[in-house]
Structures are given as structure tokens and as C-alpha cells.
DNA sequence: GTCTATGTTTGCGG
DNA sequence: TCCGCAAACATAGA
């Protein structure tokens, strides 16, 4: 669920939240498998005590870098949040790992379909070194992009959705790009032209710094969908021009907008600006 | 009630 | 290398 934009809300509400430096007093894991690493019954033990130096984001993983050494890495996958709550709130369901700070209040990790994964690691990169760059970063140039697809027969979405080869986009935002950059997802990487891909570059980083202005996408009408620490939604789900707007005019062409499901993914394209 | 889709990643077999 | 599929799960929506 939660992509690049949606991952560095959290974290800049984490941020503001001034949780660095608090003690952590406590810790519990209600569900086993969110430790991705080690035993889970270790985890407290390895955690209470210490105090966080600082909080970052690299793809859509979400790092807490201990005072004194070693890392906590959170991977939220498809469902996960995070919750800020006062130590004194009950437990709501499906907050699975629960950190308790000496100044009571508690983070917890809210997951219902429990794919979400903390590790806890001395070297981050054991975790995050087969990222590819930060499409926001200083080494994702057009240069750089254009390099990858010159060398690549898979088709651009399965290609852009690659963590390994661009660090951070998911789905919503690829159909975003693509559309933006008026490219079909079923091209060749291959195959685009030097302005397609420097359009797409322009793209996949103007759809993210969208996402992050308006603080994440929030899908849905449920409690299911993406808030932040505080619960507070994203506003992007109000500016999205293809991703779940099937049937809906392209706001370019006014051709209806068409869903398709290109590498098992959910697909939305308007088949007059991205043609193949 | 039943069925399907879901914002992610990993690992398998071909 | 690449692709398709299944699995890890629960819930919203049709």
C-alpha cells in the first residue's frame, strides 16, 4: 500500500512527532512474524533501553537509526500503518508490535493483513543494498534512466515497479507517470524514444513530489485506508488522473479511462494519450 | 452470504 | 534474465 510518498509522510510526521532521543521503555510483539529478523522474543529485549538518532526513509522502507549502533527497518507492505497513540489507549485490533517510550506515548504497528515486516539490523545495508536509487535523489538523472531502459526487453510497468532498478514506486504512482508521460504500459523499455524517456523522467518525479505536497494517497472510504501516524489522510486520491478512475474521462482527451492488468497488476491507461 | 480485488514483496518453476 | 504464478492475510465492495 503505502509508496514513496505516502512512506516519507509517515516520516516526516515522525519526524515532527520528536520521538528521537525518547527512551524506549517498553516493547511487545502480539504477532510473530512482523520480526523479520531474529527471534521475536529477543526483540524487546534488544530494543528497550535505547533511543532513536534519527528517522529516514530509502523506497518505501522506513528506518530508525539507534543511538550507540544498529537499525530498526520497517517495510509496511500492503496494509501496514503506523499509530501514534498515548500509552493509555487499549490496544486496537490488528496493532501487532507495540513500542512504549519513557514519555507515554507508544508507536505501534497497525496491520490487517499482517505482510508488514520490522528488521532489526546492525548493517542497513543487509536490508536496503539491492535498492535501486531514489527516483527524489541526486544519482536518478534522465542519464541514468534512460541507461536502464536502453538495456531492458521487460515491459516499462514491470520494469518501473522493479525496486531493484528505481526505489519507491508502486503502483498508484506508475500509472500516474506513465499517463503523464503519455506512455502505454506495455512498451519495451527498450523501446522509447530519448524524449519518452525524459519525459517519463519528469514525470515519475513530478507524480511523487505531488504525492508528498499533498501528503499521500488516501484510497477508499474505510478505516483501511492509508493515514499517518496521527490518522490524519492524504489529499492525492483528489488529484489522481488515471489510477481507479475507470470510465472516468482522461483530463487531457476526455477518452474514458480503461483498466487493464499488465504483469498482474491493476492497470489504467486512456488508450488515446498512451498508444502502443 | 459469496466472490473478487487489493496500494507489496519473495520465491518457485519454466 | 524474464515471466507467470502463488503465497503471506484481512477486508471492502459488488
Known sequence: MPELPEVQTIVNDLTKARLINVPITGAHVFW???????SPRSFPGQ??????????RRGKYIGFDFNGGGHLLLHLRMS???????AGMRRAKHEHV???????RELRLYDPR????????????LILGRLGPEPLGRTFTAVYLKKILSSRKRLIKP???DQNVIAGLGNIYVDEALWDAGIHPCRIASSLSSDQVHGLYRAIRKVLKQGIANAGTSLGTGKGNFHSITRQMGSNQ????????????????????????????GTHICINCQSL
Open 32 to 38: 510473530q512474524r512482523s520480526i523479520a529478523t531474529g
Open 47 to 56: 530494543v528497550i533501553g535505547r533511543n532513536f538518532g534519527s528517522i529516514w
Open 80 to 86: 501496514g500503518r503506523l499509530h501514534l497513540v498515548s
Open 98 to 104: 507495540v513500542l512504549s517510550f519513557q514519555d507515554d
Open 114 to 125: 499482517k505482510f508488514g515486516r520490522l528488521y532489526l539490523v546492525k548493517d542497513a545495508d
Open 159 to 161: 520494469l518501473l515497479l
Open 238 to 265: 483528489n488529484h489522481l488522473h488515471v489510477y481507479r478512475q475507470t470510465g472516468l474521462p482522461c483530463p487531457r482527451c476526455k477518452t474514458p479511462i480503461e483498466r487493464l492488468v499488465v504483469g498482474q497488476r
